[in-house]
């Protein structure tokens, strides 16, 4: 049974930094494409940032790619996404996703595009 936890989410101040973290388990994880999204209620799953199995390969949209970071360390079945100069439109349920493959080519990472999910983590940025 594949299972994706996330943590790291809380509460801060706008300016200020969080890491989130998704330990993965039941699956081959350095032959998964890793992927982290968000959502707010009402609103779509937006992709923030989707990383390939080896850890070579990134995409992110432009909006997401100044603030976010996104890593992983196969050894430990864990990705991250480093969070800096967090504003209040970032306040959103955030959550990982695992893919059945490597990578796509072209590039996808759209929701439809990974089968497993976390929980998710709630981050909550004030003004």
């Known amino acids: 049974q594949v299972r994706l936890v996330e943590s790291g989410g809380g509460a801060v101040e706008a300016g200020g930094s969080l890491r989130l973290s998704c330990t993965a388990s039941?699956?081959?994880?350095?032959?998964?494409?890793m992927g982290w999204f968000r959502q707010t209620q009402g609103q779509a799953r937006e992709l923030v940032s989707c990383?390939?199995?080896?850890?070579?390969?990134?995409y992110a949209p432009d909006s997401m790619k100044d603030r976010f970071t996104i890593s992983r360390d196969n050894s430990r079945n864990t990705m991250y996404l480093q969070m800096n100069l967090l504003k209040p439109d970032d306040t959103a349920t955030y959550y990982c996703a695992a893919a059945q493959i490597g990578w796509w080519y072209p590039v996808q990472c759209e929701p439809v595009d990974f089968g497993y999910w976390g929980q998710g983590t709630q981050v909550t940025v004030s003004s």
């Open positions: 039941g699956l081959t994880f350095r032959d998964s494409a």
């Open positions: 990383i390939n199995s080896r850890g070579g390969l990134t």
